[in-house]
């Protein structure tokens, strides 16, 4: 049986918040775009479920600052971003990891105030940290050689992505459970792909569960397996804690073409209908 844990009441409106950082004005959402934006119509129906979906910024404020900033409509709570850990970690069975600290995470509350869904990623927008990669923490046990090369493999898309001004990033830990469990998903991909517009094309690190069916359905996005200097893909691997055959994958972002267009449209409604949770 999982635990849960009940959280304290939403943070106060924007209008009403005094650690409320001032944004610049911004043009209003048109109900027009709004109408079109398939975030929103996936919050109404969230809505309608007795969902609703935080957004909480990294925990390590100064490294990632160029990110956080990205984002001046944000609240600064900090009180309230160290709860919403807490119940991440309470959904997650309190499994604490090195890349935690760097990640923004979309968290889904059910009526109850009880996480039932979520999904975190780094986005690396000066110097990339490889101790906040998790795919990296995933090649435990296995000999220097090929760790060394996924290390390798990862370092260089990720240099090429910052040559041609593009954000490396990584979307890991994706989970969802209870009786909207397919709502839920959809919208937290929905959510993730329209805060990545708030980066530059970002080129998405991740790593696919075989078993889970993941594979398949990340190759139908732009994706291909990381290689070393496009002469070679990595082969999958076992993750020895959990005995998941795993494939590290690179999704392009700036292969959506005209779906960045809706996800764009979809980030302004994020920034508008959704708490953005900042420590600092």
Not at 153 to 161: K, L
Not at 168 to 188: F, K
Request: with cysteine.
């Amino acid at each position: 049986m999982v635990a849960t844990m009940t959280l304290p009441p939403m943070p106060l409106p924007r209008a009403a918040s005094s650690r409320l950082i001032t944004a610049p004005e911004r043009p209003a959402i048109v109900e027009e775009s709004v109408a079109r934006s398939v975030l929103a119509a996936a919050l109404r129906r969230c809505d309608r479920a007795g969902l609703r979906l935080v957004v909480t910024a990294p925990a390590e404020v100064h490294t990632f600052s160029a990110g956080i900033r990205r984002f001046p409509e944000r609240l600064i709570e900090p009180t309230a971003h160290a709860r919403y850990d807490r119940a991440y970690r309470n959904f997650n069975r309190g499994v604490g990891r090195g890349h935690d600290p760097a990640s923004w995470r979309l968290l889904m509350f059910d009526a109850r105030s009880q996480v039932v869904g979520a999904i975190t990623a780094r986005f690396f927008c000066g110097e990339v940290g490889l101790e906040y990669v998790h795919a990296l923490s995933l090649l435990a046990g296995y000999p220097p050689s090929f760790r060394n090369e996924c290390h390798e493999a990862v370092t260089e898309a990720f240099a090429r992505t910052q040559r041609h001004a593009r954000t490396p990033a990584e979307i890991s830990d994706w989970s969802v459970r209870g009786p909207h469990a397919r709502l839920v998903l959809a919208t937290l991909i929905r959510a993730m792909l329209a805060l990545g517009v708030a980066f530059e094309l970002p080129l998405v690190l991740v790593a696919a569960n075989h078993e889970r069916g993941e594979l398949a359905h990340f190759i139908r996005w732009p994706a291909s397996p990381l290689g070393r200097q496009d002469k070679f893909y990595l082969p999958p691997f076992v993750h020895r804690a959990s005995g998941a055959r795993l494939r590290l994958l690179l999704l392009d972002s700036s292969a959506l073409g005209g779906r960045l267009c809706g996800a764009a449209v979809d980030l302004g409604v994020l920034r508008e209908c959704c708490p953005i949770i900042s420590a600092q």
